[in-house]
């Protein structure tokens, strides 16, 4: 579905794509999928400049929805051009979501002329205003401990549960899994946040209460900080008019753009589930990572994936390959769980490479990156572990290229590994790979798992390579 939406960006129907698209963005995992597909913003930013008011009004949106640095530049551009009335606010806000501070307090909202202007003048205001909240200079308390311990959820990515299972117990937790999340209990918060394949935590605070504002700040009671933003989830109705009985029933601040924490309201029918996400936790688990690409991992799954090696590995000292590497996420994830003794990216792109490398300065990693087409790299000996997110979608072009770079790949993975050696592959093209490992004699595949990405599902694949020559 998303990906007709990203193709239909080009056609007539671009401005209705461009609206579902903005749904789609809402969630964490759908922004990921749309710069997955998208594969670079180049076809946003020519809708910047299209005939359509509606086009431009709803590029606007969804470039302040995926909240890419990149597209600041483009957007301070398209407010000096900018002159249907109705377009501005959501550029204005587009521009709040980005830190376009500078462009923004120079921007001059513009005085209403006739009755037929109030309307769209007051919703430029009402804008203008929501998107300078961003700009509050209030210091954030941080929030290292709890003042008693309690119950914490735990999230894992999908399927990966009983690494993030693994990881807090090395860290001095014991949990216990609740369906793809762990449930502990503590007070010690600061350190939950040193586990690399935690996507989120969620403080429990009630289950099936009745869905009214009165009856949810009532179970609510007292905030968890200062300032707070309603995540509303599931609802039907109106979510503005219940957004707004429930503030004026809860204390503390409602601040949608500079909060401590999120309540978060999982709606169910009649009935919905509470908790609280603190947004004022340290967490800096991936402060290596610098620079990413379209295509990048997320470092949450990377770690899972590291982790489920390491369970595989049993403590063996490895080298680790990557043969499309792109920014390197997936050998610093490795590196950081297991015992490697050497780490080689390779990869086609020089931008990748850099931003690779640059992210290897920043996290001080040993880690080694090669400009190459892995088709035409040769190793001067197999590595222990192949480990990689290999292309898929935009970044191919077509199934059909998929499926000549696919069975090249898994052809040359006889080079690439050592004897018994283990490779791990995600990706998306499950089907596709799961037939060119079954006509591979080289390699034999040991466990498939499925995870899931941006509203994809990747598949997992664990392969040895057999023997070809005895262990001494």
Avoid at 11 to 35: D, P
Avoid at 350 to 372: H, T
Wanted: aromatic residues 6%; hydrophobic residues 40%.
């Amino acid at each position: 579905m998303t990906e007709h939406l990203i193709q239909s960006l080009t056609t007539e129907a671009a401005g209705e794509a461009l609206s579902a698209l903005c749904s789609v963005a809402k969630t964490k995992a759908g922004k990921e999928e749309i710069e997955t597909l998208l594969g670079g913003h180049q076809t946003l930013w020519n809708l910047l400049q299209s005939d359509s008011p509606k086009v431009r009004k709803n590029t606007y949106r969804l470039l302040g929805a995926l909240e890419n640095p990149a597209d600041a530049a483009p957007l301070c551009e398209a407010l000096q051009r900018e002159t249907t009335l109705f377009a501005v606010p959501s550029l204005l806000l587009a521009l709040g979501s980005l830190g376009a501070e500078e462009a923004l307090r120079s921007y001059v909202v513009p005085v209403s002329e006739n009755v037929e202007m109030d309307k769209h003048v007051a919703a430029i205001a009402t804008a203008y205003d929501k998107a300078m909240q961003r700009f509050d200079r209030r210091e954030t308390d941080r929030l290292y401990r709890l003042p008693a311990a309690r119950e914490m959820l735990c999230f894992a990515p999908k399927g990966f549960a009983k690494e993030l299972l693994n990881e807090l117990d090395a860290l001095g937790f014991t949990g216990k899994i609740v369906g793809n999340a762990v449930r502990i209990l503590t007070a010690d918060i600061a350190r939950v946040y040193c586990a690399g394949c935690m996507t989120e935590t969620l403080l429990p605070i009630a289950k099936d209460v009745p869905l009214d504002p009165v009856s949810i700040a009532k179970t609510v009671g007292a905030c968890i900080g200062k300032r707070y933003r309603i995540e509303l989830r599931g609802y039907l109705k109106d979510r503005t008019k219940f957004i707004e009985r429930l503030k004026t029933r809860l204390d503390g601040v409602n601040s949608p753009s500079n909060y401590d924490c999120e309540l978060r309201i999982e709606c169910r029918n009649t009935t919905a589930d509470l908790y609280w996400k603190l947004w004022n936790v340290p967490d800096e688990r991936y402060a290596w990572r610098v620079g990413t690409i379209p295509a990048s991992i997320h470092p949450a799954t990377a770690t899972a994936l590291a982790w489920h090696l390491k369970g595989i590995l049993n403590g063996k000292r490895v080298s680790v390959m990557d043969p499309f590497c792109g920014s390197g996420t997936l050998l610093f994830c490795m590196e950081k769980v297991c015992a490697v003794k050497s780490l080689l990216g390779v990869d086609q792109s020089g931008k990748a490479v850099e931003i690779a490398r640059k992210n290897a300065r920043a996290g001080e990693s040993k880690a080694r990156f090669v400009c190459r087409d892995i088709l035409r790299f040769t190793a001067k000996q197999g590595a222990d572990v192949v480990i990689s997110n290999l292309p898929f979608g935009n970044r191919v072009g077509s199934h059909r290229n998929n499926e000549r770079l696919y069975a090249a790949f898994v052809h040359k993975l006889r080079c690439l590994l050592a004897d018994g050696g283990t490779a791990l592959l995600y990706t998306a093209d499950g089907k596709l790979m799961e037939r060119l490992l079954q006509n591979e004699k080289s390699v034999e595949r040991v466990e498939t798992l499925r995870t899931e990405a941006g509203g994809l599902q990747p598949w997992v694949f664990i392969v040895k390579k057999r023997q070809t020559k005895p262990t001494e």
